[in-house]
Protein backbone atom coordinates (compact mmCIF):
# COMPACT_ATOMS: atom_id res chain seq x y z
CA UNK A 1 0.00 0.00 0.00
CA UNK A 2 1.46 3.28 -0.77
CA UNK A 3 2.02 6.08 1.90
CA UNK A 4 0.05 8.56 3.21
CA UNK A 5 3.09 11.02 2.18
CA UNK A 6 3.84 9.37 -1.60
CA UNK A 7 0.11 9.81 -2.19
CA UNK A 8 0.12 13.73 -1.25
CA UNK A 9 3.37 13.68 -3.18
CA UNK A 10 1.96 12.51 -6.22
CA UNK A 11 -1.72 14.30 -5.37
CA UNK A 12 0.47 18.00 -5.45
CA UNK A 13 0.69 17.09 -9.35
CA UNK A 14 -2.26 15.41 -10.59
CA UNK A 15 -5.21 15.61 -7.91
CA UNK A 16 -7.02 12.69 -9.46
CA UNK A 17 -3.97 10.42 -8.64
CA UNK A 18 -3.45 7.34 -8.97
CA UNK A 19 -5.80 7.60 -11.94
CA UNK A 20 -4.58 9.64 -14.90
CA UNK A 21 -7.73 12.15 -14.57
CA UNK A 22 -10.79 12.92 -13.67
CA UNK A 23 -12.39 10.99 -16.60
CA UNK A 24 -10.70 7.81 -15.47
CA UNK A 25 -11.53 8.15 -12.01
CA UNK A 26 -14.76 8.70 -12.53
CA UNK A 27 -15.27 5.54 -14.91
CA UNK A 28 -13.51 3.73 -11.79
CA UNK A 29 -15.76 4.65 -9.76
CA UNK A 30 -18.80 3.72 -11.58
CA UNK A 31 -17.13 0.36 -12.19
CA UNK A 32 -16.49 -0.12 -8.69
CA UNK A 33 -20.09 0.74 -7.73
CA UNK A 34 -21.97 -1.19 -10.01
CA UNK A 35 -20.14 -4.10 -11.16
CA UNK A 36 -18.50 -7.37 -9.06
CA UNK A 37 -14.93 -7.89 -9.84
CA UNK A 38 -16.04 -10.87 -12.02
CA UNK A 39 -18.05 -8.18 -14.74
CA UNK A 40 -14.91 -5.38 -14.58
CA UNK A 41 -12.30 -7.55 -15.44
CA UNK A 42 -13.81 -8.43 -19.01
CA UNK A 43 -15.40 -5.11 -19.11
CA UNK A 44 -11.85 -3.85 -19.03
CA UNK A 45 -10.87 -6.30 -22.00
CA UNK A 46 -13.52 -4.60 -24.61
CA UNK A 47 -12.36 -4.22 -28.12
CA UNK A 48 -13.88 -0.64 -28.10
CA UNK A 49 -11.81 0.04 -25.19
CA UNK A 50 -8.92 0.02 -27.63
CA UNK A 51 -7.01 3.35 -27.61
CA UNK A 52 -8.90 4.22 -24.43
CA UNK A 53 -8.43 1.70 -21.98
CA UNK A 54 -7.93 3.03 -18.38
CA UNK A 55 -4.26 2.75 -16.95
CA UNK A 56 -5.72 0.15 -14.41
CA UNK A 57 -6.02 -3.56 -16.28
CA UNK A 58 -7.89 -5.22 -13.94
CA UNK A 59 -10.45 -4.95 -10.72
CA UNK A 60 -7.94 -5.84 -8.25
CA UNK A 61 -5.54 -2.76 -9.06
CA UNK A 62 -8.60 -0.60 -9.36
CA UNK A 63 -9.59 -1.39 -6.12
CA UNK A 64 -6.10 -1.12 -5.12
CA UNK A 65 -5.89 2.37 -6.62
CA UNK A 66 -9.49 2.61 -4.82
CA UNK A 67 -8.29 1.62 -1.21
CA UNK A 68 -5.22 4.45 -1.32
CA UNK A 69 -7.78 7.50 -2.10
CA UNK A 70 -7.51 9.41 1.22
CA UNK A 71 -10.62 9.08 3.34
CA UNK A 72 -12.91 11.21 4.59
CA UNK A 73 -12.61 13.27 7.81
CA UNK A 74 -13.21 10.73 10.81
CA UNK A 75 -16.35 10.21 12.93
CA UNK A 76 -16.81 11.81 16.02
CA UNK A 77 -18.55 10.21 19.04
CA UNK A 78 -19.53 12.46 22.12
CA UNK A 79 -22.22 11.33 24.70
CA UNK A 80 -24.83 13.60 25.94
CA UNK A 81 -26.25 13.63 29.21
CA UNK A 82 -29.59 14.02 30.29
CA UNK A 83 -30.58 17.56 32.49
Do not use: C
Not at 39 to 65: E, Y
Request: hydrophobic share 40%; net charge positive; no cysteine.
Amino acid sequence: MRSQVGYMKNWETNIHWPFQSRAEWRLGKFLAENLTQAQINPFLKLDWLDGQKPSFTSARQLLDWMDTLPSGPGWQVMQLERL
